[in-house]
């Protein structure tokens, strides 16, 4: 199975912050690498696909960069409703395999 | 629009059975490749299984703690897509997802409990 380690587990920011949360694959999975938030008791939401592909709907504070088996997510400017769990996923391979998130609070 | 829709859950005993579904609607469903992702309670994703199209055989693949226990099967007429779990355990406990992966789309989960 592909692993996918993801950091960091939790981070504390304010408002306007810059975030990057990053994902290393143990072995290399192409572009097949999305990104999702997920917000307690709601099912995630897609915000990035093929690495760096904004989701329709998703601000453009969000994106995504990386090759190989490193990849970010960077929020430009955080806002208020930010304030989620986000998760990697890579489906290059079966099983696909999530990261274990990272949870972004307000500091 | 896009959507999925789960059904099925609830609460059985360790060893019993249940049969989760997933009806799907806004896209073409008969060329999707299907994925069920479960959540236990307070922890991260984890993808259980996957089902292929007609066209690539219907194929299925499923994650290690749930292979042998769990099948997938789809229904192309009814755009709807089941998970039949056996021999459950406490650990199975967890949201379970429909999920589109080429879309990015999820149902909102629906709730197992394997408790005694």
């Known amino acids: 199975d592909i692993q996918m380690t993801q950091s960091p587990s939790s981070l504390s920011a304010s408002v306007g912050d810059r975030v990057t949360i990053t994902c290393r694959a143990s072995?290399?999975?192409?572009?097949?690498l999305q990104w999702y938030q997920q917000k307690p008791g709601k099912a995630p939401e897609r915000l990035i696909y093929?690495?760096?592909s904004l989701q329709s709907g998703v601000p453009s504070r969000f994106s995504g960069s990386g090759s190989g088996t490193e990849f970010t997510l960077t929020i430009s400017s955080l806002q208020p409703e930010d304030f989620a769990t986000y998760y990697c996923?890579?489906?290059?391979?079966?099983?696909?395999?999530f990261g274990q998130g990272t949870k972004l609070e307000i500091k | 629009e896009v959507q999925l829709v789960e059904s099925g859950g609830g609460l059985v005993k360790p060893g019993g059975s249940l049969r989760l579904s997933c009806a799907a609607s806004?896209?073409?469903?008969?060329?999707?490749?299907m994925t069920w992702v479960r959540q236990a309670p307070g922890e991260g994703l984890q993808c259980v299984g996957r089902i292929k199209s007609k066209t690539e055989g219907e194929t299925t693949d499923y994650a290690a703690p749930v292979k042998g226990r769990f099948t997938i099967s789809r229904d192309d007429s009814e755009k709807t897509v089941h998970l039949q779990m056996n021999s459950l355990k406490t650990e199975d406990t967890a949201v379970y997802f429909c999920?589109?992966?080429?879309?990015?789309?999820w149902g909102k989960g629906t709730t197992v409990t394997v408790s005694s």
């Open positions: 806004g896209f073409s469903f008969s060329g999707a490749w």
């Open positions: 999920h589109f992966n080429h879309m990015g789309v």
């Open positions: 093929a690495v760096s």
């Open positions: 072995q290399g999975i192409r572009n097949d």
């Open positions: 996923l890579q489906h290059n391979s079966f099983p696909y395999t």
